[in-house]
């Protein structure tokens, strides 16, 4: 095993705990011994690299010399075009291709090459290998893959990958960006954490200590140098990679995004689910998390402003909106269409009956103080995560990655609907303070003001 030294603990044991992955290696030129760690986790069996035009230059070129100098069996690579994304004709084409020919998959590539080799290697009911060429996301070591089906995200079971391999020296060469998308999905675990903490004093989901900690217990460390992500210095790179890893781990462990994902997540999967794009092209995964995170820690310090100590719980009940009241605000806000079914499929499954309601709002109301210096403990201010993220060369303001602040606005209530998670969108929306805490963010004492006219203009 090879492990960064100030972490080799804690990456040996999550990867002790690990379900699927039995290796993990952080290192430079690390890709130059794929075929040696290929043999000893599958022995002989030949192997078949997966990659696409660009990463193929990037690693997949010397993962290839690697297993030609050990003289270990390679089959044709499989090499996608440029048009290759984490969608079901890719899946397709790729399954299709992999079905012929003999061989453990090594995806070489990132969050796109992993997540379709790792959903095409189940269906064949083969292992694979990963070789990162980027920092780009928590993907990696975590057991689903993202696909785009008919339009939507979703995610498909599959186990992570039997070995990871993230060499520093291709992620430091990595496209402009990458790594700071990668940044950008570390920072939100903050905010996702928030939300598991706010989901068990709310009665709904118990945190699971272990994985918690596999994500939260270094997270600061692994953050704290976002200069040094834009300057793509070894140290801060190693610490994200370590970071991305854990949280993948974490998720493979819990079988669920929980631990990783919570509201600044459903900001960016509304907007996937929007084919939102900006200037011709969709922004990365962890840019729009990025605004997705700040979106939360905003919210989250409206919230925290107020006393719900006193929350009356009679009154939220009381206007708390029918099923049927329910879908047709789904139907107003979104359209009707296949959006507004899926957020009425993923709403209905998480609609308390009204004693449930009564329960999670009264220990909600009776925890808050408790809940409160929680929350405020473990959340770090939203002026220091913005500049996190403009330091690290992330978005840091809505209309960077194309969305205004109306739309921004409007995203609060629609990504409360599009999943069935509970975060602080749900807490909000129960207590019945949803509207005005979000008043208040665009108001002109929030971060984001809007004058009332380009309110009246909003889509
Ligand atoms: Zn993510």
């Not at 998390?289 to 009154?315: H, K, M, P, S």
């Not at 049927?324 to 079914?341: H, K, M, N, S, T």
């Not at 998670?421 to 971060?447: K, N, W, Y």
Request: net charge neutral; charged share 25%.
């Amino acid at each position: 095993m090879s492990l960064s030294v100030e972490e080799e603990p804690l990456l040996e044991g999550a990867l002790q705990a690990a379900r699927d992955t039995r290796f993990l290696a952080v290192e430079a030129g690390v890709r130059h011994k794929t075929a040696e760690i290929f043999a000893s986790l599958f022995g002989t069996t030949p192997a078949l690299i997966v990659a696409d035009q660009k990463t193929f230059v990037a690693a997949g070129r010397e993962v290839q010399e690697s297993f030609r100098i050990a003289g270990h069996e390679l089959s044709k690579p499989f090499i996608f075009g440029p048009h290759v994304y984490a969608e079901t004709p890719c899946v397709k084409e790729l399954q299709k291709a992999l079905e012929g020919v003999q061989g453990i998959p090594i995806a070489v590539g990132s969050g796109t090459i992993n997540d379709l080799t790792k959903l095409v290697a189940h269906r064949l009911g083969r292992p694979y290998l990963a070789v990162a060429t980027a920092a780009s996301m928590d993907g990696y070591t975590a057991y689903g893959a993202s696909i785009t089906h008919y339009g939507s995200k979703q995610t498909f079971d599959c186990p992570a990958p039997k070995g990871v391999l993230a060499d520093l020296d291709v992620i430091a060469r990595a496209p402009r960006g990458m790594n700071a998308s990668g940044y950008a999905d570390l920072l939100a675990k903050e905010v996702a954490g928030a939300d598991w903490i706010v989901a068990e004093a709310a009665g709904v989901e118990p945190i699971d200590p272990s994985v918690w900690a596999t994500v939260q217990n270094r997270l600061r460390a692994w953050v704290d140098s976002p200069a040094g992500i834009a300057r793509n210095e070894p140290a801060s790179l190693r610490r994200l990679v370590n970071g991305l890893m854990m949280s993948g781990f974490a998720m493979q462990a819990a079988q669920t995004s929980r631990p990783a994902s919570g509201a600044e997540h459903q900001f960016s999967h509304l907007w996937d689910m929007q084919h939102h794009t900006h200037q011709g092209t969709a922004p990365s995964h962890g840019f729009k998390v990025g605004i997705g995170t700040l979106a939360t820690l905003a919210f989250y310090e409206a919230l925290l402003r107020r006393d719900l100590g006193r929350l009356d719980v009679e009154a939220a009940i009381a206007s708390w909106l029918s099923p049927r009241q329910v879908e047709r605000r789904i139907v107003a806000i979104f359209g009707a269409g296949e959006l507004a079914d899926k957020a009425k499929e993923e709403t209905r499954a998480k609609t308390p009956s009204l004693d449930e309601l009564r329960a999670q709002l009264t220990r909600l109301r009776d925890g808050w103080p408790e809940l409160r210096s929680k929350l405020v403990r473990h959340l770090t201010p939203f002026q220091k995560v913005r500049e996190a993220l403009r330091d690290a060369g992330c978005p840091h303001e809505p209309e960077q990655i194309g969305i205004s602040r109306a739309r921004l606005r409007l995203s609060y209530e629609q990504a409360y609907y599009i999943r069935r998670r509970f975060t602080v969108l749900d807490f909000a929306q129960r207590a019945g303070i949803m509207d005005s805490a979000v008043e208040h963010l665009f108001s002109a004492r929030g971060p984001w003001p809007i004058s009332a006219s380009a309110t009246e203009n909003r889509k």
